[in-house]
């Protein structure tokens, strides 16, 4: 079994920065991908970063690219999101995940969920 628990989410004006992270604990962490997901009101849940397991690969979405940037601490087991100027439209709660079917930049379908945090940009 694998436990994720984010921490960081929080309010902040549109143009800011964020970090969120996501603390795995239980079986292996180190082999692989991982990712953050966000869910808006009203929205269905949508891929926001990927990474490999080595942290080489990383993959976006389009609507974040440039702006967010995902790395993970092997030693530490924990994954991060920083994310820069946020957008109102970044509002949503946003969820680690974890896929045990790849190794690879993106995490197809997560096996392992967080239980989520909220972030809020406020315009």
């Known amino acids: 079994q694998v436990q994720l628990v984010e921490s960081g989410g929080g309010l902040v004006q549109a143009g800011g920065s964020l970090r969120v992270s996501c603390a795995a604990s239980?079986?292996?962490?180190?082999?692989?991908?991982m990712g953050w997901f966000r869910q808006a009101p009203g929205k269905e849940r949508e891929f926001v970063a990927g990474?490999?397991?080595?942290?080489?690969?990383?993959t976006y979405a389009d609507s974040v690219k440039g702006r967010f940037a995902i790395s993970r601490d092997n030693v530490k087991k924990t994954l991060y999101l920083q994310m820069n100027s946020l957008k109102p439209e970044d509002t949503a709660v946003y969820y680690c995940?974890?896929?045990?079917?790849?190794?690879?930049?993106?995490?197809?379908?997560?096996?392992?969920w967080g239980q989520g945090t909220q972030v809020t940009v406020s315009s």
């Open positions: 239980g079986r292996t962490f180190n082999n692989y991908a």
């Open positions: 995940a974890l896929d045990t079917k790849t190794s690879g930049g993106k995490p197809s379908r997560p096996d392992y």
């Open positions: 990474i490999s397991w080595s942290g080489s690969i990383t």
